[in-house]
């Protein structure tokens, strides 16, 4: 079963890698609601391929909510830094267990002001 600790794993992951980072963790037909905008999988991972990356980051105050046997979501607040930058949001993302991994098939994220 899906846990958070697993969950927040992946988060990171995906918070710190490129767009095949996100080819390996997400389903193709996954969806990114950001603002102004709704992504699709390989939208998203051309986006990351070019993307600078964070220099850090930070998820706290994380919630798990089970969504079945084989799904559940992950909230939190995501800090990330990239030089003098700070962005800050809350990040909700939804993953299904297939093959006994977590598989990434909705992200969504609200900035905090």
């Given at each position: 079963?899906?846990?958070?600790a697993t969950?927040l794993?992946?988060e990171?992951q995906?918070a710190?890698?490129d767009?095949?980072?996100?080819r ?7 969806l ?7 992504l ?5 991972a ?7 990356g ?5 998820l706290t ?10 799904a559940a ?7 990330g830094?990239?030089?003098t ?5 809350t ?10 991994r977590a598989v ?6 609200t900035p905090?002001?």
């Amino acid at each position: 079963m899906l846990n958070l600790a697993t969950l927040l794993a992946s988060e990171r992951q995906l918070a710190t890698g490129d767009g095949d980072t996100y080819r390996r963790a997400m389903r193709r037909d996954a969806l990114f609601v950001l603002p102004g905008m709704v992504l699709d999988a390989e939208e998203c991972a051309r986006a990351m391929d070019v993307s600078p990356g964070w220099d850090g980051v930070a998820l706290t105050d994380a919630q798990l909510l089970q969504v079945g046997e084989d799904a559940a979501s992950v909230v939190y607040t995501f800090e990330g830094r990239r030089g003098t930058e700070v962005y800050r949001a809350t990040m909700a993302s939804t993953y299904v267990e297939e093959d006994g991994r977590a598989v990434l098939v909705l992200h969504q994220q609200t900035p905090l002001g």
